[in-house]
């Protein structure tokens, strides 16, 4: 018998680390979905601001507001209760000072049952991060392709290939962990660059999301990795099954099905008695 699992935590992290086992980390926007990645012993979670993408079919994460982002984590945490869960900042829910982003991660934390947050960018948001850090909230940073500055970063493109752009993100990433990041994602950076700023990290955990196998752990789509998103499918991302196949091949089938009346059958409806049913038409009757 398997034994119950246990809930996920920092120290838990950390122990991974020490122990050179790769931690898992997916994202998730929903109860069914969490449900299923906390049976499959996924580490992390990450509720991402992706779900402006992925769920609302926004073409940017931008239009993301505190309120999507607190309704979907707190349905993943009923699904997930062990997973460490993670909640993303929207934009502009911390950028504006240090007291808007305490304030928004408390909410997460107070409202989804999260147990830590995520914000992007590097020296400029150390401050933020580090206000959030010093509130009790376990705060992590994101570096490389950050979607939510994404204009100003010229697209969805490799980050820090050039030296000095990638010293401006190693910089970065000794600032976060100097404001108290205990982890920080690296998405879409050299692999080589990932590996510099692991083995330099002193007690920060490093994900990557496109950026090599020399991280503490792997971070993807839940999206892409099950072919769900129709728009794009990511180079960084692997198809671990065509989920999308799947459920497009099942809706086929019902939509052939209902219109040649083959469904339903019998076993899909309720009957009812046969005097309960005369007795129901004698109702019915006009009284004379």
Known sequence: MTEPRKK?????LFQKVREGKPITWLTCYDYPTAHMQELAGVDM???GDSLGMTMLGYDSTLPVTMEDMIRHSAAVRRGSPNAWLVGDMPYMSYQPSVETAI????????????DSIKLEGGVEMADRGEGIVRAGIPAMGHLGLTPQSVSALGGFRLQGKGAAQAKKILDDARALEEAGAFCIL????????????TARARNCIIMSLGSGPHAHGQLLIYHDAFAL????????AKVFADAGAVIRAGLEAYVKEVSEKTFPQPENWFGMPDEDYDELLKMLEPSS
């Open 8 to 12: 996920m935590t920092l120290p838990g």
């Open 186 to 197: 690296l998405e879409l950076v050299p692999d080589r660059l990932c590996k510099l700023i």
């Open 229 to 236: 998103y129709p728009k794009f499918k990511p180079r960084m």
């Open 45 to 47: 979670i990450l509720v």
């Open 103 to 114: 304030r928004s991660a408390g909410r997460f934390m107070a409202e989804a049952g999260c």
